[in-house]
């Protein structure tokens, strides 16, 4: 048989072929971004909860120890208690201006198995407020 009802029979099936392989892709390439979206997020919260932190212990009457408790408050509220076990606080002297320096350590979130393992280190600052 020749003609139009035999043009295309090596193409049977490619579909689904192509189906797969693009989905994978898609797949993958949704996972990365999630993943980078959840990294980027608890980056910006445990800087922010630094700032705040540093702020925070900066005030008059306060120590770097209050700072790095209000830093691990902020971080059990916000994310998760595991966010904040490593957090410390001192006093910094910066080109003559005292600050306070909160220092967040906290492990990257992994989705699934894809992703980076390790720690992220973050600072927040602010300077000391004078009596």
């Known amino acids: 048989m020749t003609g139009p009802a035999r043009t295309g029979g090596a193409d ?14 898609v797949v993958v390439l ?14 910006n919260t445990c ?6 932190g ?3 212990a900066a005030q008059v009457g306060r120590a770097p120890a209050d700072g790095a408790q209000r830093t691990a ?3 059990r509220a916000s994310l998760a208690e595991r966010y904040a076990t490593d957090v410390t606080a001192r006093r910094v ?9 909160v ?18 280190e973050l600072d927040g600052h602010a300077p000391v407020e004078q009596p």
Do not use: K, W
């Open 103 to 120: 220092t967040v350590r906290v492990p990257l979130p992994v989705v699934g198995l894809l992703g980076p393992g390790g720690v992220m």
């Open 12 to 25: 049977r099936g490619s579909a689904i072929v192509d189906f797969t392989l693009v989905g994978g892709l």
């Open 30 to 43: 949704f996972a990365s971004v999630l993943q980078l979206a959840l990294v980027q997020h608890v980056r």
């Open 73 to 75: 408050d902020l971080l």
């Open 93 to 101: 002297d910066a080109a003559g201006l005292a600050l306070v320096e």
């Open 47 to 52: 800087v922010d909860a630094a700032a705040e």
């Open 54 to 56: 540093a702020r925070y």
